[in-house]
């Protein structure tokens, strides 16, 4: 049996980096040294990912170069080293998104991939894309409320946000598509239907994952999907600054913004939807 393709496409700021831990760290799975590699999108969505070009990465590849030749070289910088140099040869060639898997393939490997969020932004020509490569590709999305996941990212962007002076942005970002498309769940979940069989697609929440009474639950069905064994994990998400906290009349404004994503989730998983969901949706439902 033949090892299994993943790719998770996000969301942003719903854990991502944590479930690449994971990844990382399980013996049955060859995960990207660039847990995001931004190859898709770079290509396929250039009107929001134009910065994952060449000048990034080799950008990247010079400093990585830099340190070696003034630290000495070591197994972890010749690795990341090869990785953005395989990363670079990718733009001219597609065949070497393939080869950078295959070459790092082991044995005791049963699944390989990455997990770059920003493939929620993917049309259906760039799934389409990652299907030609990959045609029994699976898919892992988690959602994540969408007020909180907004926030976290206009907060991952700018500190200020803290200062309720500037809270009037967060209404202001509102018609930034870099913001407000990653939050389309809607417009993600149907493209991939449109093109990926159901069986292939696997739909998780935030909350459930990142809840002690539900998270060996959540990653078993994650496990299960890619066909590798579970395992405890021997680390605990870090927990997000309450520092930055949204008041209730731009929750509200934000909630309204993005009913349309609540109303298409409410009625696609009736059974799983998470408390805080349910709460912003009786407090502030139109």
Not at 84 to 110: G, N, W
Not at 120 to 130: C, K, Q, R
Not at 246 to 255: G, N, T
Request: aromatic share 16%; charged share 25%; with cysteine.
């Amino acid at each position: 049996m033949s090892a299994q393709y993943f790719v998770g496409i996000g969301a942003q700021r719903t854990g991502t980096t944590w479930l690449a831990n994971y990844f990382t760290h399980h013996p049955q799975v060859c995960f990207s040294a660039i847990k995001e590699l931004h190859y898709f999108d770079a290509i396929y969505r250039p009107d929001l990912s134009s910065v994952y070009n060449k000048d990034l990465f080799t950008a990247q590849l010079k400093e990585v170069k830099r340190k070696m030749d003034e630290e000495g070289v070591t197994l972890e910088k010749s690795l990341e080293y090869n990785c953005l140099l395989a990363r670079i040869e990718m733009i001219e060639d597609p065949l070497k998104y393939k080869e950078y898997f295959s070459l790092r393939l082991m044995p005791q490997h049963q699944a390989f991939g990455e997990i770059t969020p920003a493939y929620s932004l993917l049309n259906e020509d760039g799934f389409h894309a990652i299907l030609n490569l990959y045609p029994d590709a699976k898919f892992i999305f988690i959602l994540r409320n969408p007020c909180d996941r907004y926030w976290s990212h206009l907060n991952l962007h700018d500190g200020r946000f803290e200062h309720f002076s500037a809270l009037e942005k967060a209404i202001e970002c509102l018609d930034n598509l870099q913001y407000t498309e990653r939050t389309d769940y809607k417009r993600t979940i149907t493209t991939l239907a449109n093109i990926i069989m159901k069986e292939n697609i696997l739909v998780l929440f935030f909350e459930h994952l990142f809840d002690s009474a539900t998270m060996e639950r959540e990653l078993r069905k994650i496990t299960t999907f890619l066909g590798i064994d579970y395992l405890t994990p021997d680390y605990k998400p870090l927990n997000e600054s309450k520092k930055n906290t949204l008041p209730v009349e731009y929750r509200k404004s934000i909630f309204q913004h993005f009913y349309f994503v609540y109303e298409f989730i409410f009625r696609h998983y009736p059974d799983q939807i998470p408390q805080s969901w349910l709460d912003d949706s009786q407090t502030f439902k139109k």
